[in-house]
């Protein structure tokens, strides 16, 4: 019988190694994907990058776009309202000098990084003086994860 007990533990040792080296290969094999589901890119002219995202590669990642809004407000509550561009906070990131950024989205997939101006904010948005055009489509959700793949933030961990 103790003999049994030192063969069965044997044959779960051997398959637990077994499933551990199996998902080992199989990590490399989904970074190796990650790598393959952004092309990053230089962007002509500037010192930014365009990042192109396979399909799959939003779905994953969670990335939604929309669009930058014009909405009507009167200045400090009096007088006749004028347009304001608008962008959810989450569309927007900060870099190390604390310039604020969002990622246009100019073509299916694909997103450039753009500075904006943040002229003032409220509980939903914040209003822009400078960036993107009315009607521009830009990344409102997953913005953190193309700051990653902009700069290369977590390769080769």
């Given at each position: 019988m103790h003999n049994r007990k030192k063969s069965a533990i044997a044959t779960l040792l051997t398959a637990a190694l077994a499933l551990m080296i199996a998902n080992t290969a199989s990590f490399g094999s989904e970074d190796e994907t990650a790598d393959e589901s952004v092309k990053v890119s230089e962007t002509p002219g500037t010192d930014v990058k365009t990042l192109t995202f396979t399909e799959d590669a939003m779905d994953r990642l969670g990335i939604k776009t929309g669009t930058v809004r014009e909405i009507m407000i009167a200045n400090d509550g009096a007088g006749a309202a004028k347009p304001h561009k608008a962008v959810p906070h989450s569309a927007v990131t900060y870099d190390a000098e604390g310039n604020t950024w969002v990622y246009r989205n100019p073509a299916p997939d694909t997103f450039v990084r753009e500075r904006v101006t943040i002229e003032f904010m409220d509980a939903d948005s914040m209003y822009l003086s400078a960036g993107p055009a009315v009607g521009d489509s830009i990344?409102?959700?997953?913005?953190?994860?193309?700051?990653?793949?902009?700069?290369g933030v977590g390769e080769g961990e």
């Open positions: 990344a409102t959700t997953g913005v953190q994860e193309m700051v990653g793949a902009e700069f």
